[in-house]
């Protein structure tokens, strides 16, 4: 044996501390947007009306926590698994503050209203070029770490991390291209039904590439990890992983179920996506028996609760969307809360979930040390599944009362309720719903000091040796 | 040897990735937008009108407000305003789209035809202050849009976007706000397309009430009333932005003409394509009433 590798780490530990700030962002802002919509008078003109604010929450998730933390994850992992240091650890750092930058130009530029208005992809051209050399960079970094691997084979992680490399560059390019009037304000490249087909093709990508893919890379490299078990099935990820990345492409217009995009993407969509609870399914069980029967380990150790936890939310996640994707059921509940109570169980509960776990394990291993305090885990872990819980389910209610509220007729044929009915009725679940991401904000509170309290046990620790 | 492989492996995943994307997002170009969208009515954005689009991108008003009306009949009920359900003639302009994905607040595509009013005295309330006029509105006010309109690239927009526009296009942004750009932007929406007007019986004095009590109609009149008066007339029929109408001293026949062809010059838009006309001898009936 060779002496081990030594890895670099320093972004790591960057990357998940920016993440965690970027994501208590996002949920403070989710709960005053959560708030305007129940109280009007919270918006304050110009800059923090919801329309403003609505972007900005949903940048901050997906961009800022989410991705912020899968470079931190990609990172870390990719090192592992190929036994081999990071290419070049001065990219990685000026790749964090690239990064830094980036999100905050967008909290700052969306608020100012510049806003190309294409769901997640709002960001104006020339912000849109600096996520994109971003992207290029970090890509760049852990490819050429791949490249100079000292590990032959690559574990099942490296596919998913590979696959979303290529899958969020071809997708984020292709639906920011526009021809800019002035530095702050472009046009898209496509027009109506055009630009709509290529946005949800892009939007619905964006989360299997984003929201899917990077959290099943982590997910299959700390289960394992946490549980001393190997990976149920090799095979069965492989299948899972080709078919999954070949399926997803096909389903974006069934965001756009019933509108002038043709009938036969529209059909094929329907379809597709469908057929995808399949690979997902595949990747949920292969997680469940690599547990090996020994449940037990969901009390005695908590990251496994928060992985196992979030692949279950991401089994049911890949059961409602594409119950959505059918055209009767679409006609019912699109447009309404019931989808943003299926979006928040996927990045409240399958997304944040595994990034919660694998903090936790990143953390202690860094710092070198036990986690400060599993209590205040299990603590955490109780606050965001409750909190997340009541955010679906008020809203998934809410979205059913409107849904059938909206579609009822008469016998003559006229609506039986008016639009502001509709709306009088869901406004409970809205306060809910509120009161809800409170109870989130509590546990990512809990989190957020026992990270701390690790690292500096850590830091501590570290200094008696010295 | 493919996970020993990492240059195979990326061309190998970014070829299974394009396959789907070729057939559904690719080839649609071929199609959408082509010839057989075209409709010839529809016609692009004035600078005024472009000018109220780039206030909407801007406010991200499409966060709550989609624009399409679904083949649904209740969508076209709710939302057609006498149009139809969307066309992909009617969005060739359009870039981006703003389709949304979320109605937290109304559909807008055909809000156009909705309030024809050229002054749009009801917009104008409304986006100053929305709950005057929607009392349980969740909706932020927009007064602060009351300020100059900035209309430097005015002109460079339609270059660039392609559009005609003429000096007195030009012209007419001058001395205009943000808010009247916005407003000139929603009364165009959905109004391209021709919508089909039921011929307005032209004898008042043939026109005959058909229902001689209101109790069987009561309930379907008071909900073409929500749907469609209430937001000017007020909930209880009691007046806001339009006269009070509750107990109208009226003549039957006279109701029924204001209400199926509008009075232009105050802004009462015709209801002649939204209603058939036993509703709108429900309404007649019905709001006459001096009771609750
Ligand atoms: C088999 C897997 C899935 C399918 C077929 C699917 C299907 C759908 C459908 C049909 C919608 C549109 C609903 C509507 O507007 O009427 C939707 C929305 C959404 N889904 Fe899923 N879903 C899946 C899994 C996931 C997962 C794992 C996540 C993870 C977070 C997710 C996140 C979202 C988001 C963010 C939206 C909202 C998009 C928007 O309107 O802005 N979905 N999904
Ligand atoms: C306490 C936590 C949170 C609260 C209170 C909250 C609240 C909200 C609200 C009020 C909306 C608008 C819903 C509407 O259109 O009616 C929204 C949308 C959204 N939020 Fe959150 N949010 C929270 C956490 C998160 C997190 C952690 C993420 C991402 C990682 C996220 C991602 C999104 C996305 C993608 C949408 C758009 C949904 C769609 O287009 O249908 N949210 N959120």
């Known amino acids: 044996m060779n002496a081990p590798t030594r890895y670099f780490d320093d972004s790591v530990k960057g990357f998940i501390t920016w993440s965690i700030i970027w994501g208590t962002i996002a949920v403070l802002v989710g709960i005053l947007i959560s708030l305007q919509l129940v109280w009007p008078q919270l918006n304050v003109a110009p800059y923090l009306t919801y329309g403003r ?27 592992r698994l190929t036994k081999t240091p990071l290419w070049s650890p001065k990219l990685a750092r000026v790749t964090l503050w690239i990064f830094n930058i980036a999100i905050a130009s967008a909290a700052v530029t969306l608020a100012l209203g510049i806003n190309r208005t294409k769901e997640y992809a709002e960001l104006e051209w020339p912000l849109a070029i600096v996520v994109a050399i971003l992207w290029v960079l970090f890509s760049l970094n852990v490819l050429m770490t791949i490249l100079k691997r000292k590990e032959e084979q690559m574990y099942i992680s490296l596919w998913y991390i590979m696959a979303a490399l290529v899958g969020v560059t071809v997708l984020y390019v292709v639906n920011n291209l526009g021809v800019p009037l002035h530095l702050f304000k472009s046009y898209s490249a496509f027009a109506g039904t055009n630009d709509a087909n290529v946005q949800w093709w892009y939007g619905h990508n964006a989360v299997a590439m984003v929201l899917t893919v990077p959290p099943l890379a982590i997910f299959y490299y700390f289960l394992p990890k946490v549980t001393n078990n190997p990976i149920y099935s090799h095979r069965m990820g492989i299948i899972a992983f080709w078919s999954l990345i070949f399926m997803y492409l096909w389903t974006g217009a069934h965001h756009l179920l019933w509108t002038p995009v043709p009938d036969w993407i529209q059909t094929l969509a329907m379809a597709f996506s469908i057929m995808l609870i399949a690979p997902s399914w595949g990747a949920v069980m292969n997680g469940y028996l690599t547990m090996n029967g020994q449940w037990e380990k969901m009390k005695s150790n908590y990251i496994v609760k928060f992985l196992i936890c979030g692949i279950t939310f991401y089994g049911l996640q890949t059961l409602q969307g594409p119950m959505q994707a059918i055209r009767t059921f679409s006609a019912f509940i699109h447009y309404t809360d019931w989808v943003p109570g299926h979006v928040h169980m996927g990045t409240m509960g399958w997304v944040s979930m595994v990034l919660f776990g694998a903090t936790y394990y990143v953390t202690t291993k860094l710092s070198e040390t036990e986690i400060y305090s599993v209590k205040l885990a299990d603590t955490h872990f109780w606050l965001v599944l409750v909190g997340q819980l009541i955010y679906s389910v008020t809203m998934w209610i809410a979205g059913v009362q409107q849904g059938m509220m909206l579609l009822a007729t008469n016998p003559d044929g006229t609506l039986h309720y008016s639009f502001m009915e509709t709306m009088i009725a869901i406004f409970p679940y809205y306060k809910m719903r509120a009161v809800s991401g409170f109870i989130y904000l509590a546990g990512l509170l809990v989190f957020i000091y026992n990270i701390y309290k690790t690292f500096q046990k850590g830091a501590d620790s570290q200094a008696a040796k010295a | ?189 959905g109004t391209d397309i021709p919508v089909k007007k039921v011929e307005a019986a032209v004898q008042t004095a043939a026109l005959k009430n058909p229902f001689t009590e209101y109790k069987s109609i009561e309930s379907d009149a008071k909900s073409v009333y929500r749907q469609h008066c209430a937001s000017c007339h007020g909930d209880k029929r009691e007046g806001t932005l339009g006269p009070a109408l509750k107990g109208s001293a009226k003549a039957d026949a006279e109701l029924f003409k204001i209400i199926s062809q509008g009075i232009e010059a105050n802004g009462m838009p015709s209801f002649s394509a939204a209603l058939d006309e036993q509703k709108i001898w429900k309404l007649v009936t019905w709001i006459k009433l001096d009771t609750k």
């Open chain 1, 53 to 79: 604010l609505r972007p900005i929450h949903t940048n901050a998730g997906i961009f800022g926590w989410g991705i912020g933390s899968f470079i931190a994850m990609f990172f870390y992992i990719t090192q």
């Open chain 2, 1 to 189: 040897m493919l996970e020993k492989n990492p240059v195979i492996f990326i061309i190998l995943a970014f070829v299974v990735i394009m396959i789907g994307t070729t057939v559904t997002m690719i080839a649609p170009f071929k199609w959408i937008n082509g010839a057989g969208d075209r409709i010839a009515e529809v016609k692009p954005y004035t600078p005024l009108q472009q000018e109220g689009r780039d206030i909407y991108m801007r406010e991200g008003c499409n966060n709550c407000h989609s624009q399409t009306v679904r083949t649904l009949a209740a969508d076209v009920e709710r939302y057609g305003y006498g149009g139809t359900y969307s066309k992909s003639g009617e969005f060739v302009y359009d870039r981006p789209h703003l389709w949304g994905s979320r109605r937290t607040g109304p559909d807008l595509a055909r809000i156009g035809l909705k309030y024809p009013d050229p002054k749009g005295a009801w917009h104008r309330k409304h986006m100053e202050n929305p709950q005057s006029v929607v009392p349980a509105s969740n909706m932020p006010s927009y007064a602060f849009l009351n300020k100059p309109l900035d209309t430097t690239y005015s002109e460079r927009k339609m270059k660039l976007l392609k559009f005609p526009y003429s000096q007195a296009d030009l012209d007419d942004l001058k001395g205009k706000s943000e808010m009247d750009a916005i407003i000139a932007y929603m009364r165009k929406l």
